[in-house]
């Protein structure tokens, strides 16, 4: 096998562990971002409103990054990602009051959308595509560990120097993330497009209109119901009348089990195809919503937490994967920068539309109308999936055959 071979363990230094140290970066941060606020006096809205804006900083500059990565390519454009980001999380420490703060947590996210956007250019272009799903699952996967250890080891930093500790827990896994991908030499450079097109934003949703009306809306369906999780599930718990550390052990039983799925999922993608896994994926996923009104008990509710957890474990890096599938060779990234606002349009959305609907009935009822948003998902990719860009002409493999051969290892 010749080194530019494509195999998952190939990618190991140069997209999962750096994004794996990444990820938990990400994850000692998430949860002390209202904590924060508060700290420096914010109230309870301006918290709230505070953790959304990094959301609103990686919406804002998707579109920009995928023109960055396109002009810089994806190393270099990781290493600009991770400087922003590190100016970011310096002035999060050192911001003497809320709104300064806020204005770094956009940043934050600037930096982020530029990292996370740059590794899924660099894995659709080297992965053939009867390997991208188990690739990008795979990175999915990595994610998801990584923002589960993450607030454990930044616990730890909080308790021996205060909540600026997770800020620099993150500044410093970001940096050997990225020390590790530009130490070890790219095996696939010679894989990669010589050069990346930049195509307007307009240009993009002309030419791919049809796959933004269906696999895009499909996607942005999926996207509510992940997000809309961290709404609803809290909420309700504390209506049930459990206390944060009851709520916080739920997503901890849910992350678990989301975890233990992305490689067969993934297999599963790439033996049987997209719709294997997203159609389950909104499925269950629905189904935990739908199971929480009717939950009067930590056990209950934990119970509903798994069922979402394995739903959400189901579709692990789909919407990555989707997007690989989708993105034309010649102009990759500014294609992925607008698939991924799609997705962090319902990330951002989820919240907002149970919020929305709880102000006008019941939380109870904000939980069934977000699972009735998988009737429109899971219609799209079963009636509607267009075909991926690229899909390998070869015949799919016969049960039972040695999977060895493809390359995974």
Do not use: K
Not at 128 to 143: E, K, M, Y
Not at 191 to 196: L, W
Not at 223 to 229: A, G, T, Y
Not at 274 to 302: E, M
């Amino acid at each position: 096998m010749s080194e530019a071979t494509p195999t998952l363990r190939s990618l190991t230094a140069t997209v999962y562990l750096p994004a794996l140290l990444f990820a938990i970066g990400q994850g000692a941060v998430i949860p002390i971002v209202a904590l924060t606020a508060d700290d420096l006096g914010a109230s309870a809205a301006l918290a709230g409103l505070i953790v959304a804006v990094r959301g609103i900083g990686t919406m804002a500059f998707d579109i920009p990054a995928g023109a960055l990565i396109g002009r810089l390519g994806e190393r270099r454009a990781m290493a600009l990602g991770t400087g922003i980001l590190g100016v970011a999380l310096v002035g999060c420490v050192l911001s003497p009051g809320p709104y300064v703060f806020a204005g770094f947590m956009f940043v934050m996210g600037c930096g982020w959308s530029l990292w996370l956007l740059a590794r899924l250019t660099y894995v659709s272009e080297v992965m053939p595509f009867h390997l991208r799903g188990r690739a990008l699952s795979t990175l999915g996967g990595v994610q998801r560990i990584g923002n589960f250890i993450g607030p454990f080891i930044g616990a730890v930093a909080i308790v021996a120097i205060g909540l600026d500790g997770a800020y620099l827990v993150h500044i410093a896994l970001a940096v050997a993330g990225l020390i590790v991908m530009m130490a070890v030499p790219d095996p696939h450079a010679a894989a990669q497009a010589v050069a990346h097109h930049h195509l307007p934003v307009m240009q993009i949703l002309r030419d791919h209109g049809h796959v933004f009306r269906t696999a895009g809306v499909g996607a942005t369906c999926l996207s509510v119901l992940r997000s809309s999780r961290h709404a609803i599930v809290p909420l309700w718990g504390t209506h049930i009348g459990l206390d944060a550390a009851q709520v916080s052990v739920i997503f901890g039983i849910s992350s678990a089990m989301d975890m233990t799925l992305f490689y067969p999922v993934g297999l599963l993608s790439d033996r049987l195809g997209r719709r294997a896994v997203a159609v389950p994926c909104l499925t269950i996923l629905s189904i935990g919503f739908a199971a929480v009104p009717f939950t009067d008990s930590f056990a209950q509710l934990a119970a509903a937490g798994i069922v979402m957890g394995i739903g959400n474990g189901l579709g692990s890096g789909i919407v990555m994967t989707l997007g690989a599938d989708y993105a034309p060779p010649a102009g990759r990234a500014s294609f992925l920068g607008v698939w991924r606002l799609v997705s962090d349009i319902g990330q951002a959305g989820g919240p907002l539309v149970a919020a929305g609907v709880t102000a006008v009935a019941t939380l109870g009822a904000a939980s069934g109308a977000v699972g009735l948003l998988r009737l429109l998902g899971a219609g799209v990719f079963v009636v509607a999936l267009p075909p991926p860009y690229d899909e390998d002409p070869r015949p799919a493999r016969p049960p039972g055959s040695n999977s060895s051969s493809t390359g995974l290892i």
